[in-house]
């Protein structure tokens, strides 16, 4: 049978990967995945426009990969869709970009890979979610959309409001990724706390949890996009009383620390985000935080930032991730006054980011001599023997890494490794 030969590229979060694997899945076996652009029937882009820097990394792609299939001999479909479709509309894009010969709205995806394989005379049969991140994880998505009002974010404009995905679909997805290969599950939504609310059902995000723990082949599941007010006590206890497949690492984005910042953001739990931290800790010590930080929000003053670097310097996440504020067209925070200049948002923004370099250097180096499970990613791309995973604490994609070898080291295994070496942000490691 003849195979659609497919490029992909996911931007962004890994929402947008599973929305490209859902894609893929409707073609069943009826695709083939292909490296080089020039030699595929379709190439597929799938974009991101969170923020300006998302939305420029999305058009520098598209330009690129146009100019990459110009001079193929059989030029392949251009298929452009994701969040730069829905913010800025099909007609002003194809003026924009005409290299491109398809946009797709983000509801249009659903049907778009069977409507390529009829263009190119194939019936195939779908499938469940295909697993494009290799052979140690997967994402799961349990819904999309999101009800909060944070003033400046574009997400409820581009995805719109919640849409819990059925339980069942969730389990079958996740049987799936097993089934081809995946060690680790990592759940995802715009907030993953808020399962189920949309559909009035109560704990949800356990309910989930207790459909996919004793899923045959599951070695390690991790939670993604925790709102910070859905951290819940029964929530906490239930994880606390899970077996060892369920990670004690928390992903929750509290985005700053001073309340009146917190309070403009619209950000819900402004009084006190120490509290968030301090109820994970209290009931989980062992537990891994990561956050995301946003500096130079309208209205940040010297005050309010020497807060947050206090936050910061005494709670010691794990993870830390921070963005500079972007005024983006269409939310309430880029009307606000007292914008702050550019120039400060970058002397913060690197200021925070030291400071965090140096934690993570002072908690990485505590594991030197020291065992821990590795799971393997991937070989390394430049050293022969050398290959890429990540311990319990570290997330596919967003955190560090541990660089692992030794003789029985092999993509998709989880290993106990001695680590010998800690570096910034990073292990090294050998079985």
Known sequence: MQKLKIHTVSLGCPKNRVDTEKMLAQLGEGWKPVREPAKADIVLVNTCAF????????????IALGEEIKGSGKKPL????GCLVARYGQKKLYSLLPEVDLFLTIPEQEDAALVWAQKCGLDPVPGQQVLTTGPSYGYVQLSDGCNNKCSFCT???LRGRLRSRPLDSIEKDARALLAQGAAELVLVAQDVTAYGRDVRMKNGLIRVLERLLNLPGLRRLRLMYLYPSGLTRDLLDFIARC????????DVPLQHAHPDVLKRMGRPFSVDPQKVVDTIRDRIPEAALRTTMIVGFPGEEPRHFDRLISFAARNRFNSLGAFKYYPEEGTRAASFPDQVKSGDKKKRLDELMQLQRYISAELLREYEDREVDVLVDKPHSEWPGLFV???????????????ISGPDVASGRLLTALVQESKEYDLVAMT
Do not use: C, H, K, N
Not at 51 to 62: M, W
Not at 243 to 250: D, I, K, N, S, T
């Open 389 to 403: 995973g990540r311990t319990w604490f570290q997330a596919p994609e967003v955190d560090g890494i541990t660089y």
């Open 155 to 157: 997400i409820p404009s």
């Open 243 to 250: 077996g060892p497949e369920m990670l004690p690492y928390f």
């Open 51 to 62: 923020i300006s820097p998302a939305v420029e990394e999305s058009l520098q792609e598209i």
């Open 78 to 81: 251009l298929v452009v869709t």
